[in-house]
């Protein structure tokens, strides 16, 4: 079974662009949604496409199964999906033994970014890079899944604070 272990925060410069060695353009949105669950499909850089399952209410740890589908059904599936579709890009910054994900979001979110660092063990402390901002690590409102449910439109009280 994959666990998934992360911590996630609000960005507070640019200063990462200059560490990161990959983007990654993903288009997302969620299939299935249950209080301890949830089913989303990815398109990655348009080339390729994921279909992840997420168990767990825990807030850093939860159970991850991910796997490559074709993406026609990967488009099927976006457009028969709930809220609205999440847009990103994925910058892969490493710092000091971790690699850290920072999301700048494009589409409802333009503007908000947010970086997730990986961990093998929750006991793991990574060094905080001097761009990190507050942590958001169970603020439901940075969840991805959150984010694709609820209106922007409507306010959910996000910060999107980048400087």
Do not use: C
Not at 74 to 103: C, L, Q
């Amino acid at each position: 079974m994959a666990k998934e272990i992360e911590r996630k925060f609000l960005v507070l410069s640019d200063s990462w662009r200059a560490q990161a060695t990959a983007s990654l353009r993903i288009v997302q949105a969620y299939v299935a949604i249950g209080e301890d669950r949830n089913v989303r499909v990815r398109i990655i850089d348009g080339t390729r496409a994921q279909l992840t399952v997420k168990l767990g209410r825990h807030l850093v740890t939860r159970d991850e199964y991910e796997y490559e589908i074709p993406i026609r059904d990967a488009e099927e599936m976006i457009g028969g999906s709930v809220g609205n579709v999440i847009e990103k890009t994925r910058y892969i910054v490493p710092h000091e033994g971790f690699t850290w994900e920072v999301d700048a979001f494009n589409g409802v979110y333009r503007g908000l970014v947010v970086a997730e660092v990986e961990m093998k063990s929750e006991s793991d402390t990574p060094h905080l890079p001097d761009w990190i901002g507050r942590e958001v690590t169970g603020d439901r409102r940075y969840s991805n899944m959150v984010m694709a449910t609820e209106h922007p439109e409507h306010g959910n009280g996000l910060s999107h604070q980048t400087r």
